[in-house]
T-cell receptor, first 113, second 113 residues
Framework: DGGITQSPKYLFRKEGQNVTLSCEQNLNHDAMYWYRQDPGQGLRLIYY???????QKGDIAEGYSVSREKKESFPLTVTSAQKNPTAFYLCASSWGLAYNEQFFGPGTRLTVL | GQQLNQSPQSMFIQEGEDVSMNCTSSSIFNTWLWYKQDPGEGPVLLIA?????ELTSNGRLTAQFGITRKDSFLNISASIPSDVGIYFCAGPVLETSGSRLTFGEGTQLTVNP
């Protein structure tokens, strides 16, 4: 089945540690995105990438980093510089930035203790 | 940046009732998307609208692209318990590198059996 996978579903880390969230897609989509969702709020864009080895900052990129070494994969690292990292993180993909329909993975809930 | 305003923020209804929600913007959009997010999951695309005045259905869901291009409406008929979730509207924002989606803050729907 084609789709987007995120792992793990739940992640716990101690304060001060970096943590990497996985996102893989087998839809052959060019563009991939990372969003953060806080309780009762909408989705805020962290980073996006339209092609391998290229990515752009979204609205809340501070404290996060990404890489796009393969078309299928777009991992997100939450660094210790992110002041409030506890949140629900969603990965999405689309055929390209010119294609508006984005498809989402199941999300990773990160809790920093 | 461009903002999408959704209303109402939350709704509590009885099973079998019809539901209406809307999304407005101060800017013109050329596409409107409606997503549903089940608790703890990623959003799922319900309906995409591409033309002013367009009315599109997906089962018991009907969405309309407002004539002014600044609003969109989502209706759910004969609600059932599995309609519970958060409904988001989204629209593309053009940037030099392409377009990206901006999301409303969502309408939380609760259906009482």
């Amino acid at each position: 089945d084609g789709g987007i996978t995120q792992s793990p579903k739940y992640l716990f880390r101690k304060e001060g540690q970096n943590v990497t969230l996985s996102c893989e897609q087998n839809l052959n989509h060019d563009a991939m995105y990372w969003y953060r969702q806080d309780p009762g709020q909408g989705l805020r864009l962290i980073y996006y990438s339209q092609i391998v080895n290229d990515f752009q900052k979204g609205d809340i990129a501070e404290g996060y980093s990404v890489s796009r070494e393969k078309k299928e994969s777009f991992p997100l690292t939450v660094t210790s510089a992110q002041k409030n990292p506890t949140a629900f993180y969603l990965c999405a993909s689309s055929w390209g930035l010119a294609y508006n329909e984005q498809f989402f993975g199941p999300g990773t809930r990160l809790t920093v203790l | 940046g461009q903002q999408l305003n959704q209303s109402p923020q939350s709704m509590f209804i009885q099973e079998g009732e019809d539901v209406s929600m809307n999304c407005t913007s101060s800017s013109i959009f050329n596409t409107w998307l409606w997503y549903k997010q089940d608790p703890g999951e990623g959003p799922v695309l319900l309906i995409a609208l591409y033309k002013a005045g367009e009315l599109t259905s997906n089962g018991r869901l009907t969405a309309q692209f407002g004539i002014t291009r600044k609003d969109s409406f989502l209706n759910i008929s004969a609600s059932i318990p599995s309609d519970v979730g958060i409904y988001f509207c989204a629209g593309p924002v053009l940037e030099t590198s392409g377009s990206r989606l901006t999301f409303g803050e969502g309408t939380q729907l609760t259906v009482n059996p």
